[in-house]
T-cell receptor
Framework: DQQVKQNSPSLSVQEGRISILNCDYT??????FLWYKKYPAEGPTFLIS?????DKNEDGRFTVFLNKSAKHLSLHIVPSQPGDSAVYFC????????????FGGGTRLMVKP | EAGVAQSPRYKIIEKRQSVAFWCNPI?????LYWYQQILGQGPKLLIQ????????DSQLPKDRFSAERLKGVDSTLKIQPAKLEDSAVYLC??????????FGPGTRLTVL
């Protein structure tokens, strides 16, 4: 039973445009959500997070939106850059300490120059 | 600041053989995690340590997988005997309340 799902395995976007990556979850106990970025042959690196008490968190070009009633979150990257090309993982936890993160399957983003 | 170190980076073995992976977390991080990432999937938590104690190992296949964190610093993950379906990247991560979770580069295991 996949508790965190990323239904789009890949996404292709033109440089300068907006990238929108989506994530759905089923466990209503999840209280903290994170996005990780992964380049080949490297471990995932933390990008941005959001607590369930918020519906939006922004950090530079990256914004995460949370819709608790729909159990849906999304990551917006504006403007997209070729260096953003990577696999993006959505993750969820029952606390904000990083305990027992549950990851989605990932979305491969390709930003074309 | 040094990151999470893992070795080896790559390992190829035949099924039924044994293999061990090593992880050195970020200095001062009390919590250490081992994740398994099968190709095309997200990382799945195998075991979480707090210092040298196990917090959660509910998804660790204990008939063949074992992990230890003696002295609460370095950790090893062992598979004995390996199966074809164990082919994956094994990621170690460490965390502290102040820093958050940091991942190592992973060990890519191929079981033939």
């Amino acid at each position: 039973d996949q508790q965190v799902k990323q239904n789009s395995p890949s996404l292709s976007v033109q440089e300068g445009r907006i990238s929108i990556l989506n994530c759905d979850y089923t466990n209503s106990m999840f209280d903290y959500f994170l996005w990780y970025k992964k380049y080949p042959a490297e471990g995932p690196t933390f990008l941005i997070s959001i607590s369930s008490i918020k519906d939006k968190n922004e950090d530079g070009r990256f914004t995460v939106f949370l819709n608790k009633s729909a159990k849906h979150l999304s990551l917006h990257i504006v403007p997209s850059q070729p260096g953003d090309s990577a696999v993006y993982f959505c993750a969820a936890s029952v606390d904000n300490a990083g305990n027992m993160l549950t990851f989605g399957g990932g979305t491969r983003l390709m930003v074309k120059p | 600041e040094a990151g999470v170190a893992q070795s080896p980076r790559y390992k190829i073995i035949e099924k039924r053989q044994s293999v061990a992976f090593w992880c050195n977390p970020i200095s001062g991080h009390a919590t250490l995690y081992w994740y398994q990432q099968i190709l095309g999937q997200g990382p799945k938590l195998l075991i979480q340590f707090q210092n040298n104690g196990v917090v959660d190992d509910s998804q660790l296949p204990k008939d063949r997988f074992s992990a230890e964190r003696l002295k609460g610093v370095d950790s090893t993950l062992k598979i004995q005997p390996a199966k074809l379906e164990d082919s994956a990247v094994y990621l170690c991560a460490s965390s502290s309340p102040r820093d958050g979770v940091f991942f190592g580069p992973g060990t890519r295991l191929t079981v033939l």
